[in-house]
Nanobody
Framework: QVQLVESGGGLVQPGGSLQLSCVAS????????MGWYRQASGKEREFVAH???????TYGDSVRGRFTISRDYVKNTVTLQMNSAKVEDTAVYYC????????WGQGTQVTVAA
């Protein structure tokens, strides 16, 4: 089993920055991918970004160029740096850990508003 704890959500103004973090604990071994998804009210869950165990990153079209994902393999932490925030970035952000199955965090609310 893998447990995920997210932090860093909150309120940010349009154009501002926010950083989300997720710590994985438990049966964390090599060969996994960590990343972020988000779900806005009334919409389906959307892929944001992920980073593989060998450092390869992938971004969703809506965040590419504005968000940066990084990973600390010693601390089993993944961080999402959100820059140039837009109102449409408002959502609950979920951390995901994938090895031979998927694990999800509890979610953290991000609100982008003036």
């Amino acid at each position: 089993q893998v447990q995920l704890v997210e932090s860093g959500g909150g309120l940010v103004q349009p154009g501002g920055s926010l950083q989300l973090s997720c710590v994985a604990s438990g049966s964390v071994f090599g060969g996994n991918t960590m990343g972020w998804y988000r779900q806005a009210s009334g919409k389906e869950r959307e892929f944001v970004a992920h980073v593989t165990n060998n450092g390869r990153t992938t971004y969703g079209d809506s965040v590419r160029g504005r968000f940066t994902i990084s990973r600390d393999y010693v601390k089993n932490t993944v961080t999402l740096q959100m820059n140039s925030a837009k109102v449409e970035d408002t959502a609950v952000y979920y951390c995901k850990f994938r090895d031979n199955q998927n694990y999800w965090g509890q979610g953290t609310q991000v609100t982008v508003a003036a």
